[in-house]
């Protein structure tokens, strides 16, 4: 490979340091746009910059490449819905984990027609065989994470007998090939190394349950963060080794957050269902009967409120229904009532979820509260209004050890005075079990789409 210039790697450094400060602007509501602004631009110039010094062949293949590759990602961001936000997250950190193998499969050739395998030095083809075989991982496990998310094909574990022995002789092998490839490299082993990491990648998210799939996207961004470091360093370009050490750290830190958000282990999460454990219940609809009302009940029941929390959720999303919701909390607050919105870790399906969605309603800030900064007041509220949520308020988490939500800590909903739910239907949430606080005496459920519910709620308050 071409020996890049002083300029130019100062110019990569500069780059690294626009990553490094738009993760510092990301840490903030009122700074993450000029964060993302900032990482973009870096991206942007780093992208460009070797096209000034590198006497490169088939330019007008790359950049058009390019072009078709940016096109692609700004429609499909821009076109998106915040329901399947996760989905393209998947989608694009799948391609970044492919990305990264298939230029470690092109380097690894080339290092090969330049010299011997004996003459690279090893370190050069174990970070080679790294980026080959976990960036395969990744491809392979967000592809099917996306096709969960996205409904292509059951959420539920697939487990099937023998899954563990197929699954620990993938990983066997891939470990011998990747000594292979360090101790007597061929392009061949290294597309044996690709193909078992894609079989490793699918064998790991497929038992895998709905509910811990956003946390798994996590795991697999940490994996190609970690790939694009290694292939940084394999090509020498700080850029890379920069931003891939920061993607693979902050990728890591939050699956780990996740996980103690779901009050589970990342193992346990990854392999429960291989001892026959369960990320999802059973998803079916209760018969059981519950206390439910109209529009006008539910608004007399918030007008006489002084204190409400509003609990967003998935349905919420949906829905598109955070402009209403946003109204609603207005029409409350003009007749002196505070309202507060309490914020799961992981509701909605990622972590942020419901702040970006709320904040899209233009809800300020500081009325979006953290679960652990709001539990201690919902035994002094009112009401507390659910709006599309249910596994994050299911006091199953707390009293039924047999629930695959156990130990999650939750929103402590059922210490309130009154309960009001807004569902579709009995259907469970996205976890498959039952919510014991549907039945409770002190809960009112409001049946219909979150949107035309909140609309109803909203005439009939400004009616009072």
Known sequence: MSAVPTWAQLVYLLCAVGFILALKGLAGPRTARTGNLVGAAAAVV????????????????????????????????????????????????????????????????????LSDAADVESFVLAATAFTVLVGSVSFAGSVITFAKLQELMTSRPVVFAGLPLVFGAAILASLALGVLTVTNATLGIGIGLAVLGLIVGVLLVLPVGGADVPIVISLLNAFTGLTVAAGGYVLSNVVLLVAGTLVGASGTFLTLLMARAMGRSVPNILFGALRGGSTLGAGEASDRPVRSAGPEDVAILLGYADRVIIVPGYGLAVAQAQHTLRELVEVLQARGTRVDYAIHPVAG?????????????????????????????????????????????????????????????????????????????????????????????????????????????????KGL
């Open 46 to 113: 780093a992208v460009v910059l070797p096209f000034t010094y590198l006497d490169l062949d088939h330019v007008p293949l790359i950049v058009g490449a390019i072009v078709v590759g940016s096109l692609v990602g700004a429609l499909g961001a821009r076109r998106v819905q915040m329901t399947q936000m996760p989905q393209m997250v998947a989608l694009f950190n799948g391609v970044g984990g492919g990305a990264a193998a298939l230029v470690a499969l092109l380097e690894l050739d080339e290092l090969l027609h």
């Open 349 to 461: 399906r990622m972590p942020g979820h419901m702040n970006v969605l709320l904040a899209e309603a233009q809800v300020p800030y500081e009325q979006l509260v953290e679960m652990d900064d709001i539990n201690g007041e919902f035994k002094h509220t009112d009401v507390v209004l659910v709006v599309g949520a249910n596994d994050v308020v299911n006091p199953a988490a707390r009293t039924t050890p047999s629930a695959p939500i156990y130990g999650m800590p939750i929103l402590d909903v059922d210490q309130a005075q009154q309960v009001v739910f807004l569902k579709r239907s009995m259907r469970p949430g996205f976890a498959g079990i039952e919510n014991e606080l549907l039945f409770d005496p002190r809960t009112t459920l409001l049946f219909g789409d979150a949107k035309e519910s909140l609309t109803k709620l909203l005439a009939a308050a």
